[in-house]
């Protein structure tokens, strides 16, 4: 059964997360360092998404089942690659 005050808590600091991750993405877009193809929210929304996977998978599969996600997401979101930088 869903606990009304932990849900509060829960939510807020989830919003809190996704404002200071959009503010970075924004930032990393206006000095076109990411594309701007979808909204500082989206990307927050996504990042914030994926995160409880990559909690969960550390716990049951250790180290050993994450390995590998820093690749990963540098692969998904390459802020190095010329297309990256385009305006």
Do not use: C, H
Request: glycine residues 10%; charged residues 20%.
């Amino acid at each position: 059964q869903r606990n009304p005050e932990l849900a509060a808590r829960f939510a807020a600091l989830l919003r809190k997360s996704r404002a200071e991750i959009t503010r970075m993405v924004r930032v990393r877009q206006e000095l076109g360092l990411l594309p701007n193809t979808a909204s500082g929210a989206s990307v927050a929304a996504a990042m914030t998404s994926i995160l409880p996977g990559y909690i969960l998978q550390r716990a049951v599969l250790g180290p050993a089942g994450v390995r590998g996600v820093p690749d990963g997401l540098r692969a998904l979101w390459p802020s190095g690659s010329a297309t990256a930088r385009r305006p």
